[in-house]
């Protein structure tokens, strides 16, 4: 196994042990590995293409969808102008 993927592997069983933490005690190494997949996605497309890349992309999206729901209503919500953002 190359070393993107045995990343990519060390990634998910990081965040699946991160999810079994309390909810308060998430936050920092939710956001340091949400903060580390780009880079991580970059180099499994780098090295195996970009449809294996493309699965990696949405393993991250399926993790992270609900931080990620919250950031992007957060950030049309301050774009669209209004003043009630979450």
């Known amino acids: 196994m190359t070393l993107s993927l045995t990343l990519a592997c060390l990634w998910a ?3 699946t042990a991160v999810a079994f933490l309390p ?3 998430q936050i920092v ?3 340091a590995l ?5 880079a ?3 180099f499994v497309g780098h090295q ?4 294996v890349a ?3 992309l949405a393993a991250v999206l399926s993790l992270f ?3 990620l729901a919250y950031l992007a209503r957060r950030g049309l919500a301050r774009l669209s102008g209004r003043k009630d953002a979450p």
């Open 54 to 56: 493309g699965l990696i």
């Open 65 to 67: 969808r609900k931080p």
């Open 29 to 31: 190494p939710g956001l």
């Open 13 to 15: 069983l990081a965040a």
């Open 48 to 51: 195996h293409g970009a449809v």
């Open 23 to 25: 909810y308060r005690w």
């Open 40 to 42: 991580l996605v970059g």
């Open 34 to 38: 949400l903060l580390c997949a780009p």
